[in-house]
Structures are given as structure tokens and as C-alpha cells.
């Protein structure tokens, strides 16, 4: 009897069409030393004069017989594909068993396949089980004593990492890594501590409980292992596409410490949406599904199965469609990280084995999700555990379809009202009429849960996490809910609620009144004039900081082109780039920094030696001069796009005068070379020695442009990405103000301007304070705009002067921020 060793066997496979499955079963018998690789076009041309499809859902691809020379030795190798391929039309394949014959040696392996093909239970059984062992036993009538490998055993070839995802590996850049890993054959794990997962499962990963700081160990095996691993690293030092988001200051927040005079907070739980609203309440109770076992038909069962997944995979990509529109992709990703739930191979594969054994379909869902929902609920960390409800979301989504049940709608109120509920899933969230539903208060949740996130975008006042007291109020129970301080008040006196109203409707007004004058400049009420900028990554950006009212881009983060492309952007993508996005821009400058990268931005495909301190190595102006290779190119480009649009190029981490005479040399041989016109040349002030030596630097340069990030966490020796440091790492601290008070006093001397394109520029404490110490340019998030606009026009630069010189002589963050 010819032998079956697991590393004959793939379980999981997830080919997308039968030439990518027969290519991944040959790939199995090459590994093993059974075919040459010619004998994979043997087997293709098989295919074109017979159909090798057996039943029941099994396949056996061979070659032709006139190619056996290509058969090294005889022999077979399983490839598992839960999920199903199509072989020919009306023929779905879940077990592809390729055939290498030289011999007669596999004809007992055959005679044993016929037996499963015609017994339709134990074909489904080895189409979802977790063991190859069982599929070895099926085939050779023997258990081997050979033990599967321990799922918790690293593969040899390993990256080590840290996640840096300001709320951890949560599902939306889980996702991210999850769509990558899929895109190669290589097997991933990724272990956190001594917890594995699966890196091609979305469940497996969010199970791992990887907090922001935390070391992740990412091995692959398998014929594109080095690709795999170089795109994953690639991509989970870059964030996982995670961008930024940032909430702007609605009003001074004292004015927001709003408190009836009289009544009492019946119910306090955690603010999750800002605003204050008034009515009456409703509440929102949907029946639980509860699904009881019963023996059901495997065939009926996955059919059943299958169509729901579909009907809910379809769904959910109509509700990505409309929430995209109405809030924008990053509020809608939360809907793509359901549909990848329902293609996740560990719950599909669960599924259908319980389903095989004769439970019912429903029964079966629900049994597999609810031991992931119990699993992620018990993790400590509370962004990850409250992905539970997302897990549930689509559980019920599911169900819904396979017991024909009706969604049931919390905006079933005819009056605009309060609601209430247990809890919300993110679907619930995002389908609620913002003119019936005033504001919601849920007994569970918390602030980072999805339902919160897309409640903030809706502009929907929201409190989570109050208690199950809040679920026995009665219907049409008036209430004031106050989402800026997380607290619910009933029966509220007539003058408390004409004062809630009074808030509610200044906050609008400001808010519609900030975003109506967002084209306006930023002049104080003395007259002087600030540009408000934007920092941006891509052409998108920089239309929609237009859109919000950006006068120009005071930092355009060129290193992202490099991180996001896997591969090295060449001259001509640079300069498309550049010249698309001053375009965009109708003429405002476009301020472009040449690459960073090191410190917490590291690109694998440069192939950078590793270091041990890389925010004190080779990063920044230091790269740009060890790698002429990347940074004339880069200069090219820029000169080139100058030559039609308005550009300005500044430098990143100066730290020395050398520094600066070594790359005004470069750049002017490179502008002479492509025959550009002078652009105003910069440099970041990110470290202190820059700060120290801005009398010099001053006079080689046409502008300064502080990195307050990167300035606090040198000023400071505090690492700004560090989860026990990074609160502490304020921009704001009387030292690091210092340091900007040192370089515009010296800019000033020399008649040049300070810009500033930090965090701290994005605060109106902080953009209220570095105007007053002299900065001309602020460059900003591009949500925060209109805000900062408006904040500044409501003072005079002589208050804001002020400020500042009270700011200098603080002596803690701390007592600047209560200024």
C-alpha cells in the first residue's frame, strides 16, 4: 500500500478556480519529489479530454499517460478546500486528490477513495476536518503514528515586530493583514507570548489580544514564504492602512461641563459620542434568536448554509456601498471586516463539520460563532474584546437568512426620540435615521466598539457602558442625555431642559458656522493673518483639504509612497505624484519632505540594516545621504513637478549645519540638471541640536518647518510610540515650547517664517500657543481645519501673545494644558 504522510495533505486550501487548485495540488506533489514540474501541464491537458470529477464532492487530477516520464515516483497528495471550488459547471470540489503514476501503487489508495466517494457523510466529514489524519486514515485504512505538527510551532523563516495600531491588532487592520496573508500560498501564523493564530483568520487573529506596544512574531512556510513575509512586515510597521482619525474640539470644554440645576443623573456611563439632546425615551428590546439542535440532512444543511452566507455577504456589501457614501470608507471598513468574518476558513470549516455531522445548519453557525463571541469577551483589552459584537452582528445577520426571520429595525419610533438598548450592533448603528433617533444609551458597549466609532461619525450623541438600570426606564420617559460627560437625566425640570436646548443648539451653530467659514482665512481680531495647512499622504487628501479649506499642504509624507507599494516608486510614479497632487491643489504650494523613513516608518523592501536604536540611527537626511540611489530620484521628480506646479521641499531630521550645506549642494546639482526653477527650500526642526543651531541654520534656508512629534520625544527621551510613555510625551511641556520659542526667534532675525506641522499644531490649545510664540504656517490634520480656522479668528494675536510667554514660564505640561 502506497503511504500518506500529512505533508501530503493541505488542509484550509482556498484555491479561487480548478487551474489554481490543480496547480496548488501539483505544487504538493513536487514538494514531495513525485512529479517534475512538467507534469503540471500534463495534468491541465488531462483536464481538456476528460473530466477527472468524481462525486460527492472529490476530484483526482492526473496527467497524461504518455507523459509518465515526468513521474519521478509514484504517489498522490490531498489538497482540502472547505469552501468549495468549481471544477466544471454544476461540480463544486472540496477534496482535490492529485495522482502522480508511475505504477500500479496507487490503485489500493484508489479502491479506498471509491468507498468515500460513494458515502456522502464521510466525504463531508474529510471535506472540514481539522486533522489530516483522518483524511490518511480514510485513504489507506491505517491512523499513522505520526504527530501533525504542533499548530503552536513557529515555521523557521520569522519576522519580529511591534504592533503599532494606536487601539492594537483590532479587526479593521486584522482584516488588513488577514487579505494579505491570502494573497500567497505560504501557511502564516502569528503568535503573540505563547497564544498562535492562524494569519489567514480573521477570529484566530482578533483571539491573540495583540495591544499597541506589543511584539508579534510573524513565520511563514510554503513556496512564496519570503514574499509573504516581506508584504506582511511591510505592511504591519506601516500601520495596516490604518489611518489616522482625529475628532476636532467642538467648543471650549468648560463650556461643556453642562449640569441641571435640580435633577440628579439617574444613569452615568462612558461618553462615546459628543452632543446634548432632548425627548422621550424609547426602548429597543429585539427577541433574541435562540436555535435548538435537531438532526438535519448535510446536504440540505449546506445548501441552507451556503445561501445565507451569500445573502449576508451581498447585504453587507450594499451597506459598505451606502455607509461610504453617507460617512466615508474608514466608517464603512468596519462592514468589510464582517464580510471577510464570513469567508474566515476556521468558521466556515467548523460550520460545515458539524453540519456533516447531521446538526443542523443553524444550530451549527450559531454554536461556532458564539465559542469565538465568549473567547474575544474574555481578553483584556477592551477595544479587542468589544469586537465581540461584531462577531454577533454577523451571527445574527446570518441566522436572520437561514430561519427567514425579519430584521428588526431600531428606528421603529415615529417621533424623535432617545433610544435605549442593551446594546447595538454596528449594522444597527449605521441604520438609524438621525431625524427620528436624537441620541442613543446602551447598558453594555464601550467608547472604542464600532458602534461608537460610526454614532461619532453620524454626529448621533451617544453613552455606553451605563448599566442595566437604563433598560427598566419606561417608554416616552422624558430625558436629557448628555453624550459630553456620559450621563442621563429624567424628568428634567422645563428651565434644565431650555438649557440643555440652548447648548445643543450653540454647538450646532458652531459647528455649521466653523465648516461654512472654512474658506476663510485665519485672521485674529487684530488683523493677523495664519495659514492653516494640511498634512497629507495621497492625491485624496489633498482634495479633501481643499475641500475643508486648506490653503496648501505643509507636509506631504512622500515616505508613504515607498511603504504602501511594496516596492521602490520609480522617478516617473514620483513625479506623477507629485504633480497630480499640486494640482490638486489650484495653485497653493505643495510642501514635499523627502523620505523619512527609520524609527517607527521601516520599509523592508529597502533592505535597511537592522539596528538597535533606529530612532538614533540611519533615518531621515542620514538615509537620503547613505542612499543616493533613493534620494535623487526622489529630487528629480520634484524638481520636475516644479516646473509646472508650485512646490516647496524641506528636509527631514537635520541635526547639524553640515548637514544643511551637504544637501543644498545635492539639490542644486539636481535642479540645474533638470533645468527647474528655484523652489523655496526647508528644513524640520525636529531635534534639539536643530533648535540650538537655528541662529546658523537660519541663514542657509528659506523656511523652517517644527515636527512636534518627533521634537517632544527627542526634547523629552521619551519614545512617543511607547504604550507607558506616550501620554507623558506632550508637545505642549514648558521645554519642548522652549525649543519653539528658540528656532522662530532666530528665524525671525534672518527674515524667514516658522512653520509647524506636528500633533500639536492640530490643538487649538497648542495652535493658540505656538501662534502666539511667533508661528506663521500651521499644518494640520485635515478633519481639524475648519476648527482651527475658527478658533483663531475668535482672538487677537496680543491675547495669544500673551498665552504664550504664560505657556514659557509653566512648569509642567500639565499647567500649560489648564491655562
Known amino acids: 500500500m502506497l503511504e500518506l504522510d500529512p505533508e501530503q495533505v493541505e488542509l484550509g486550501a482556498s484555491p479561487k478556480t480548478k487551474h489554481e487548485a490543480i496547480r496548488q495540488v501539483a505544487r504538493l506533489l513536487i514538494q514531495n519529489g513525485n512529479i517534475d514540474p512538467r507534469y503540471v501541464d500534463s495534468m491541465f491537458e488531462r483536464e481538456k479530454v476528460a473530466n477527472t ?109 511591534v504592533i503599532i495600531n494606536p487601539t492594537g491588532l483590532h479587526a479593521r487592520p486584522a482584516t488588513e493583514l488577514v487579505n494579505i496573508a491570502k494573497r500567497y500560498q505560504a501557511q502564516v501564523k502569528v503568535r503573540s507570548g505563547a497564544q ?181 469577551k474574555k481578553l483584556d483589552d477592551p477595544v479587542l474584546a468589544g469586537r465581540a459584537m461584531d462577531l454577533s452582528d454577523v451571527c445574527q445577520r446570518v441566522l436572520r437568512h437561514m430561519l427567514g426571520i425579519a430584521d428588526e429595525s431600531p428606528s421603529a419610533t415615529h417621533v424623535p426620540s432617545v433610544l435605549i438598548a442593551d446594546d447595538l450592533t454596528p449594522s444597527d448603528t449605521a441604520n438609524l435615521d438621525p431625524d427620528l433617533i436624537l441620541g442613543f444609551i446602551t447598558a453594555k458597549g464601550g467608547p472604542t466598539s464600532h458602534t461608537a466609532i460610526i454614532a461619532r461619525a453620524m454626529g448621533i450623541p451617544a453613552i455606553v457602558a451605563a448599566g442595566e438600570a437604563v433598560l427598566e426606564i419606561e417608554n416616552n420617559t422624558n430625558c436629557i442625555l448628555d453624550g459630553f460627560n456620559g450621563k442621563l437625566y429624567l424628568n428634567p ?193 525636529e531635534v534639539p541640536s536643530a533648535a540650538i543651531l537655528a541662529d546658523h541654520l537660519a541663514k542657509l534656508v528659506d523656511f523652517f518647518s517644527i515636527g512636534t512629534n518627533d521634537l517632544t520625544q527627542y526634547t523629552l527621551a521619551m519614545d512617543r510610540v511607547h504604550p507607558q510613555l506616550a501620554k507623558q510625551a506632550d508637545a505642549l511641556n514648558p521645554a519642548v515650547l522652549r525649543m519653539v520659542d528658540m528656532t522662530v526667534k532666530a528665524a525671525a532675525k534672518e527674515g524667514k517664517w516658522v512653520a509647524v506641522c506636528g500633533g500639536a499644531a492640530s490643538d487649538t490649545k497648542g495652535a493658540s500657543i505656538l501662534v502666539g510664540l511667533g508661528v506663521k504656517e500651521l499644518s494640520v490634520t485635515v478633519p481639524t481645519i475648519p476648527t482651527i480656522k475658527a478658533h483663531l479668528r475668535k482672538t487677537s494675536l496680543t491675547d495669544l501673545q500673551a498665552l504664550a510667554q504664560t505657556a514659557l514660564a509653566c512648569r509642567t505640561a500639565a499647567e500649560v494644558r489648564a491655562l
Open 493 to 685: 425640570l422645563e428651565d434644565e431642559i431650555t438649557s440643555a436646548e440652548e447648548l445643543h443648539e450653540e454647538v450646532e451653530r458652531q459647528l455649521n458656522a466653523d465648516f461654512t467659514e472654512r474658506l476663510s482665512p485665519a485672521n485674529t481680531t487684530d488683523g493677523h493673518n495664519v495659514e492653516v495647512f494640511a498634512n497629507v499622504n495621497r492625491v485624496a487628501d489633498a482634495v479633501k483639504a481643499m475641500e475643508y479649506g486648506a490653503e496648501g499642504v505643509g507636509l506631504m509624507r512622500t515616505e508613504f509612497l515607498f511603504l504602501e507599494s511594496g516596492k521602490t516608486p520609480t522617478e516617473d510614479e514620483q513625479y506623477e505624484v507629485y504633480r497630480d497632487m499640486a494640482k490638486a491643489l489650484n495653485g497653493a504650494p505643495l510642501t514635499i519632505r523627502t523620505l523619512d523613513i527609520g524609527g517607527d516608518k521601516q520599509v523592508p523592501h529597502l533592505d535597511l540594516p537592522k539596528e538597535d536604536n533606529s530612532f538614533l540611527g540611519i533615518r531621515g537626511i542620514r538615509l537620503c545621504f547613505a542612499r543616493p540611489d533613493l534620494f535623487l530620484p526622489q529630487l528629480r521628480a520634484a524638481y520636475r513637478a516644479a516646473k509646472e506646479v508650485n512646490i516647496r521641499i524641506m528636509f527631514p531630521m537635520i541635526s547639524t549645519v553640515e548637514d544643511v550645506e551637504q544637501v543644498l549642494e545635492i539639490t542644486e546639482q539636481v535642479r540645474a540638471e533638470v533645468n527647474a526653477p528655484k523652489v523655496e527650500i526647508g528644513i524640520m526642526v
Open 196 to 376: 498562535v493564530a492562524d494569519g489567514k483568520s480573521l477570529v484566530s487573529l482578533l483571539q491573540l489580544g495583540a495591544a499597541k506596544g506589543v511584539t508579534v512574531h510573524v513565520s511563514a512556510e510554503g513556496a512564496d514564504e519570503d514574499e509573504a513575509l516581506a508584504a506582511l512586515k511591510n505592511a504591519i510597521e506601516s500601520g495596516l492602512g490604518e489611518e489616522e482619525t482625529s475628532h476636532p474640539p467642538l467648543l471650549n470644554r468648560d463650556r461643556l461641563n453642562w449640569l441641571p440645576k435640580k435633577t440628579v443623573a439617574f444613569a452615568e456611563g462612558v461618553p462615546a459620542s459628543d452632543g446634548i439632546v432632548v425627548g422621550p425615551i424609547c426602548q429597543h428590546q429585539p427577541k433574541e434568536i435562540k436555535v435548538e439542535d435537531s438532526p438535519s440532512s448535510p446536504t440540505s444543511g449546506r445548501k441552507q448554509f451556503k445561501n445565507a452566507v451569500e445573502a449576508a455577504h451581498k447585504e453587507l456589501t450594499k451597506l459598505y456601498d451606502e455607509v461610504k457614501v453617507r460617512l466615508g470608507s474608514g466608517q464603512a471598513s468596519i462592514f468589510l471586516v464582517h464580510a471577510e468574518f464570513l469567508q474566515d476558513s476556521e468558521l466556515l470549516q467548523e460550520t460545515e463539520k458539524l453540519i456533516a455531522e447531521k446538526h443542523n445548519a443553524a444550530w451549527a453557525w450559531q454554536q461556532t460563532i458564539q465559542i469565538r463571541i465568549d473567547q474575544l
Open 53 to 161: 470529477y468524481l462525486a460527492n464532492g472529490i476530484s483526482i487530477p492526473h496527467g497524461m499517460p504518455e507523459d509518465r516520464e515526468y513521474v519521478l515516483k509514484t504517489g498522490i497528495a490531498v489538497l482540502q478546500v472547505p469552501n468549495g471550488v468549481e471544477w466544471n459547471e454544476g461540480e463544486t470540489v472540496r477534496l482535490v486528490v492529485g495522482i502522480a503514476a508511475a505504477s500500479g501503487e496507487h490503485l489500493g489508495i484508489l479502491r479506498k477513495l471509491t468507498g468515500v466517494v460513494s458515502d456522502e457523510e464521510e466525504a463531508a466529514r474529510l471535506s472540514f476536518t481539522a486533522d489530516k489524519l483522518d483524511i490518511i486514515e480514510s485513504l489507506t485504512g491505517e491512523r499513522p503514528e505520526i504527530p501533525v505538527k504542533n499548530n503552536t510551532t513557529d515555521f523557521a523563516k520569522y519576522f519580529e515586530t
